[in-house]
């Protein structure tokens, strides 16, 4: 839309003062990426001497160190492993949910809506001491399945809630022509009303791949061997090593912010949409 | 259905698990904990850290859900006055906020170091020696720093949310109130405020929430010290079941913070509920 090319504001003048500000706040907001970025690259003894001047030498050593010894290269795939499956998992199953929750009569569909979307009252924490004894009794502890399904269902209330409020927006045209013509349920939910639905999928997604690799407590309490390690969990215990050596730590930061700011770069508008309709829709 | 067995198993019946765990007192390895009843409630009362912790979650909730609205509010303004960089101050904006809190916490913690860290370095390039401190490991300053820090995180959501919410606002109305001779500040607060209300409230009950929620940055940055002083309901929680063994107390901690929330959480949801019925705007 062309019409978001002129300046709104508070008349019809811009505001020729914001860009100071603005260009200001800036450069608050990005300084810590730059500092990151600035002490990950430099060499180890610049690192000693002087460690957070900003591009002060260059050398990739803290990298390296950070890969290898610091094992942030299994860090990586760990991650992957971890963010990978939930992220799936969630948008099938929140895409089906969200599908009956809006369109299919059943019996007890609003209780069964409010008992998904307690997920979203209820802070993590409340429930986070009793599932380690239940992961434990079901031998889920430690185990790629067990984290995997956890990090899904701490996604699933949004993702129904969401998926629910772009299903329940479709015009029931299209679906009772469907039926006319001879569609069975599952063909009208596949071939017709998924593909007009995939721009929700596609930001709840990026959004559900974001909250499932930055996770932090999720792999910390239920990977207590440290096997299938992420970056999150990595970086914090990594940081409270004996040996706080600043220049691999912060390599290991770049190293698990990189594919963050990456992604969102490059799906910057998927991403901010996402969370848009997530806080206005419903 | 699969996404009721998922939520089921690791939402719902954890959480009843946590309600049983509140009435017992269990120490992770007892089969039959001992009933107690109301002993961990009445405890809680009396604990004077509880209080403290408490205390600390008030000031967050307080200044945590002002400050990024103030600000994201404003910066919004600035953003939908000017013609140019939209695009850029977005980007650079909402990039702390897909960060993962561990990273964050990390390199503000770089930024907050005493002798070499970049905050003490500006305060005495500019003469403020005095104001110079070790932010993190001084109880009086440890909260604020971290809170500085969870807003320098967030507001950019904010901000976000209500640049989207902007593109509604009636411009016809904005040019009466031009024509009428009202200030800006008074345009924000007659035309474009009540119009946006409903979005508003979203975001207020977003930023509430999460403040009960805290967790992450403070378990990176201090993990509640030094000595109590950043301690919040969230890590305390933590710290007693996992610290201590004292699974029962910290779970007890952790239903009454959620309990504490979800008014919050259903008034605020209602009052914004009747103002979109009312027809506000988006």
């Known amino acids: 839309m062309s019409r978001q090319r002129r300046a709104a504001g508070l008349g019809r003048k811009p505001i020729t003062w914001a860009h100071p500000i603005l260009i200001a706040m800036s450069m608050l907001t990005l300084f810590p990426l730059v500092l990151t970025v600035s002490t990950a690259l430099k060499t180890p003894q610049d690192v000693r001497v002087n460690p957070f001047g900003l591009f002060s030498s260059f050398s990739t050593d803290n990298l390296v160190t950070a890969w290898t010894v610091g094992r942030f290269g299994d860090y990586v795939a760990n991650s992957f492993l971890l963010s990978v499956p939930s992220t799936l998992l969630v948008i099938v199953l929140s895409t089906m949910g969200g599908y009956a929750f809006a369109r299919l009569p059943f019996r007890g569909r609003t209780t069964l809506f409010y008992l998904v979307v307690l997920g979203l009252l209820v802070p993590f924490f409340a429930y986070m001491i009793p599932l380690y004894f239940q992961l434990r009794s079901m031998q889920l502890l430690n185990s790629l399945i067990g984290v995997n399904l956890v990090l899904a269902s701490t996604g699933l209330s949004f993702g129904t809630f969401f998926m629910r409020a772009f299903f329940a927006e479709l015009p029931g045209e299209i679906e009772q022509a469907a039926r006319v013509d001879g569609a069975t349920e599952l063909q009208i939910f596949l071939r017709v009303m ?82 848009l309709s997530g806080a206005v829709k419903g | 259905m699969p996404l009721l067995l998922v939520v089921g198993i690791f939402l719902l019946f ?14 992770g390895l007892d089969p039959a904990p001992p009933w107690v009843g109301l002993g961990n409630f009445t405890e809680l009362a009396q ?51 897909v960060l993962p809190q561990v990273a964050v916490g990390i390199v503000w913690g770089w930024i907050y170091e005493p002798s070499r860290g970049w905050l003490n370095r500006v305060l005495n390039a500019v003469g403020l020696d005095g104001l110079a401190t070790g932010w993190l490991g001084n109880p009086n300053t440890a909260l604020y720093a971290v809170l500085f820090t969870a807003i320098w995180a967030t507001f950019g959501f904010v901000f976000v949310i209500f640049l989207a919410a902007l593109r509604n606002v009636d411009m016809e109305l904005i040019d009466a109130a031009l024509l009428d001779g009202a200030n800006a500040f008074a345009r924000v607060r007659y035309i ?20 009960f929620a805290v967790f992450d940055i403070v378990f990176v940055m201090t993990g509640g010290g030094p000595a109590g002083a950043s301690e919040v309901l969230g890590t305390y929680a933590y710290s007693s079941a996992f610290g201590l063994n004292r699974i029962s107390y910290g779970t007890t901690l952790a239903l009454v913070i959620t309990v504490m929330s979800i008014p919050f959480a259903v008034g605020l949801n209602r009052l914004q509920r009747r103002l979109s019925l009312e027809g506000g705007g988006a």
Do not use: C, H, K
Not at chain 2, 194 to 203: G, K, L, T
């Open chain 2, 47 to 97: 604990d004077r850290a509880v209080w403290a912790a408490f205390r600390n979650n008030v000031v967050w909730i307080i200044i945590g859900t002002v400050a990024p609205l103030a600000i994201g509010l404003w910066l919004a303004l600035l953003v939908w006055g000017v013609e140019r960089g939209g695009i850029f101050y977005r980007l650079a904006f909402f990039i702390p906020y």
């Open chain 1, 194 to 275: 998924l593909p007009l639905v995939t721009s929700g999928i596609g930001a709840l997604a990026v959004f559900t791949f974001l909250q499932n690799w930055n996770n932090f407590l999720v792999p910390l309490l239920y990977i207590p061997s440290g096997e299938y390690r992420p970056l999150t969990t990595g970086l914090y215990l990594f940081m409270g090593g004996r040996t706080v050596d600043i220049g691999p730590l912060a390599a290991g930061t770049l190293i698990t912010i990189l594919p963050v700011v990456v992604l969102f770069i490059a799906l910057q508008r998927q991403v901010t949409q996402g969370f």
């Open chain 2, 14 to 27: 954890p959480l009843a698990n946590a309600v049983y765990f509140a009435f017992v007192d269990f120490d």
């Open chain 2, 192 to 211: 474009i405020l009540p119009q946006i209300m409903p979005v508003f409230i979203a975001v207020t009950t977003i930023t509430l929430i999460g403040g």
